[in-house]
């Protein structure tokens, strides 16, 4: 007796329940030879659950590349049909939404352009109402948690029941190595306050570049996220879009290989995995607030230096009160204590002293 096949809402049902899940594809679907062929070298892998493709671009100045449209669509089509992949598509307009469902998209993200904009989010869920389909949102560009959540809870008014999270970092404006930020805080405080939603990592995104992936991924499948989003292209290097960050299917299977994929059990004799994955989101803040410092202490540098060319001395008695007083206030509520405040500021304010002297004292 034959076993009936699962639809493809089951099969979607299955992705969106796995552990770790991975949703790779090319950054923009260019021609039907290209969608078709990534997907089937990416389902050889054997490691990725869902296939994804930009059909439309936002992009930040006109005449760039802004995607092949919904005449895309059907080559998704075709390429679920190939190899049993679900889809997934960023959609940012109710009529974007209307298009993706008509070619059966299995899953729809919220881009960071979108989340930016509540306007355009609430016209994303209204054209979701009545519609059962996972939904990923990801950060919006600047790093407002607000507005994050706000998405999520937009989308969640509209009835969508499945809604995940998309971390692609958050624009610095070119001062890291990163093309955007993943300052990884923001994430963790995201998932504090949503601890129901699954939160996926988008390195491709947050590097920028192909060299960095490994690491990013890495990295947040030890804070413990639910998952992956990488691009992946059967020619990175003649892309249309985002060449630098895309890799091959079979380079992405060596990747995927290579990470340490942490599980957290409830077993006791696993207990210690627990403990060690808390102490990984330690390490990974106190790195951030060290490379934080850093850069404040080469303004304080700038400081030095202007001091210096306009003979002003180091210490300024009536600003320093104003920061003490307000960082005060600001860390009690953020849970604090006062006596915590005053011996970090003191440091702070003692290494920056030192920067400025040092500045001074140079010949």
């Known amino acids: 007796m034959k076993t009936a096949e699962m639809t493809d809402k089951e099969k979607t049902q299955q992705v969106w329940a796995k552990r770790p899940i991975v949703i790779s594809g090319p950054c923009s679907a260019e021609t039907e030879e290209q969608v078709i062929a990534t997907a089937k070298r990416l389902a050889a892998t054997g490691k990725v659950d869902a296939l994804r493709a930009g059909i439309w671009k936002p992009r930040t100045k006109p005449g760039m590349f802004e995607g092949i449209g919904a005449k895309g669509l059907p080559w998704l089509q075709a390429a679920k049909k190939a190899t049993g992949l679900p889809t997934a598509i960023e959609v940012a307009t109710a009529k974007q939404v209307e298009d993706a469902l008509t070619f059966d998209v299995d899953i729809l993200w919220i881009g960071a352009r979108t989340t930016v904009n509540p306007f ?3 016209e994303v869920a209204d054209a979701l109402r009545g519609v059962d389909v996972p939904v990923l949102v990801k950060n919006p560009i600047n790093p407002d948690l607000e507005l994050w ?11 969508v029941k499945d809604i995940g999270l998309i971390h692609r970092g958050f624009s610095s404006y070119g001062n890291t190595q990163f093309r955007n930020a993943p300052m990884w805080h923001l994430a963790i405080e995201m998932k504090l306050r949503y601890p129901e939603l699954p939160i996926i990592n988008d390195p491709s995104h947050i590097c920028g570049n192909r060299d960095g992936l490994f690491d990013v991924a890495q990295k947040a499948i030890d804070l413990d996220y639910d998952g992956v989003m990488i691009e992946s292209h059967i020619d990175p290097d003649n892309a249309w879009s ?12 060596e990747m995927l290989e290579a990470i340490v994929w942490r599980k957290e059990s409830k077993d006791n004799s696993q207990l210690q995995g627990g403990l060690e994955k808390l102490r990984q989101q330690i390490n990974h803040l106190d790195d951030e607030m060290l490379q934080i410092l850093s850069q404040r202490m080469k303004i304080a540098d700038k400081i030095g230096q202007y001091k210096k060319e306009n003979n002003l001395t180091i210490l300024q008695t009536n600003r320093w009160q104003e920061i003490l007083d307000k960082m005060m206030a600001k860390g009690e509520k953020l849970g604090l204590s006062k006596d915590f405040i005053m011996k970090y500021l003191d440091a702070v304010h003692l290494e920056s002293i030192n920067h400025q002297k040092n500045i001074m004292d140079a010949s």
């Open 242 to 253: 985002d060449a630098k960050q895309q890799i091959t299917p079979e380079r992405l299977k």
């Open 120 to 122: 355009s989010v609430q």
């Open 149 to 159: 959540g706000g998405g999520v809870e937009r989308i969640a008014r509209a009835g």
